[in-house]
């Protein structure tokens, strides 16, 4: 079976420009998950998306968005990126999105602003 | 807001010491409570979960974790670590609903065969 993908593996951006990130969830899963995991700050919930809904967001700004498809894939766009949005990316995926469902993660993001 | 203690940043185990890596959370009322672990080079996997039931909680690979309610504690245990446990160890909860789980800043675990 395969494991959630992510891509593209590395991107690097300058300030002020545009990042779309990309996840493929597990086959079947309709959940999809995104995180930032920034250095020294762990890793931070940034969206939930289930069934091509956004059902929560974390504490970030607006310019970070995203959007599930019909076929569950999602995207992650960050506009107006600035230096401290340098991060791993990761997306995670659930079956369904009950509380009891454990969350896959795939491979993540590097997101480099200079 | 939950947050989510791991009060040691690094530690570092000779082969068949024990170990426990303490978790500590903020939220008072009912909790989901993770330890997930990212190997060198491989993708964060489940270790162990717990929801409800028996605080004593068991994983792969020879892990456990013990809830306790009263400390808001959810220590990783494990009797004997070997050299292939040396990875990055995140606790992680689950609180109120809406799938927003809260994680840990990590404790990176070295083994010294």
């Known amino acids: 079976e395969a494991g959630v993908t992510q891509s593209p593996t590395h991107l690097i951006k300058t300030r002020g420009q545009q990042a779309t990130l990309r996840c493929s969830p597990i086959?079947?899963?309709?959940?999809v998950y995104w995180y930032q995991q920034a250095l020294g700050l762990g890793l931070q919930f940034l969206l939930w998306y289930d069934e091509g809904e956004e059902r929560n967001r974390g504490n970030f700004p607006p310019r970070f968005s995203g959007r599930q498809f019909p076929n569950y894939s999602s995207e992650l766009n960050v506009n107006a990126l600035e230096l401290e949005d340098s991060a791993l990316y990761l997306c995670a995926s659930s079956f369904r999105g009950a509380a009891t469902d454990t969350q896959y993660f795939g491979p993540g993001t590097r997101l480099t602003v200079l | 807001a939950q947050s989510v203690s791991q009060h040691n940043h690094h530690v570092i185990l000779s082969e068949a010491a024990s170990l426990e890596l303490g978790c500590n959370y903020s939220?008072?009322?009912?909790?989901?409570l993770f330890w997930y672990v990212q190997y060198p080079g491989q993708h964060l996997q489940l270790l162990l979960k717990y929801f409800s039931g028996d605080p004593l909680v068991k994983g792969i690979k020879g892990f456990e974790a013990e809830f306790i309610k009263s400390k808001f504690s959810f220590n990783l245990r494990k009797p004997s670590v070997q050299w292939s446990d040396t990875a990055e160890y995140f606790c992680?909860?689950?609180?109120?609903?809406?799938?927003?789980?809260?994680f840990g800043t990590g404790t990176k675990l070295q083994v010294i065969p």
């Open positions: 086959s079947g899963h309709t959940s």
């Open positions: 992680a909860v689950l609180s109120g609903g809406y799938q927003k789980v809260t």
């Open positions: 939220y008072g009322g009912t909790v989901n």
